[in-house]
């Protein structure tokens, strides 16, 4: 009995101190990259506030079955939606099964001439649990390094593709 009895107390410990533990991570995450890129706004508009041009630097759009609906496209597990565009800007939800929805941005900024900084970031908010707030220690590694790929594809597209 007693022997019960500590194992409950000990789960009970080590979860409230998991739970206190994961209170000292931050609700909002952000993990972001960019990229310098020498074009026209306009052509960055192009790529980035078009779901339908995607599939022209975007891996996973070239090697699995995207479904674009209504400025939504399924991918998989995934659905990214569009939300706003500026002049500058353009926003996206991106929901993954299991996870809490990403704000997508892709921003960019006028350096000098034609050079512009294209800015893309993943904001995500999450709720108490420990689960989540852990979670959040890998999108830095994992989001960040795929992030940086196909920053280096949309390079390679916009410097490829002339437009219409």
């Known amino acids: 009995m007693k ?4 194992i409950i107390i000990s789960l ?9 533990i994961s209170l000292l991570f ?23 506030a078009d779901l339908s041009h995607w599939k022209e630097w975007m ?12 400025n939504t496209a399924h991918i998989g597990t995934q659905t ?4 706003n565009k500026t002049a500058t800007k353009v926003n996206y939800e991106w929901v993954a099964t299991g996870q809490s929805p990403y704000l997508v941005t892709f921003e960019w900024t006028l ?24 979670q959040t220690l890998l999108n830095d ?3 960040g390094a ?11 597209a916009i410097n490829n593709k002339t437009l219409p």
């Open 111 to 134: 350096l000098k001439d034609s050079a512009y900084v294209i800015h893309w970031s993943f904001e995500q908010n999450v709720k108490w649990y420990p689960w989540e707030k852990f």
């Open 26 to 48: 931050p609700s909002k995450v952000i993990a972001s990259r960019a990229i310098e890129v020498n074009t026209s706004a306009e052509k960055i508009a192009y790529f980035t």
């Open 3 to 6: 022997f019960i009895k500590l």
């Open 146 to 156: 795929k992030m940086e790929l196909e920053l280096q594809h949309l390079q390679e």
């Open 59 to 70: 891996s996973d759009w070239k090697e699995n079955k995207v479904e674009l609906v209504n």
């Open 141 to 143: 590694k994992l989001i």
């Open 80 to 83: 990214i939606r569009f939300l």
């Open 12 to 20: 009970v410990f080590l979860s409230l101190l998991i739970t206190g």
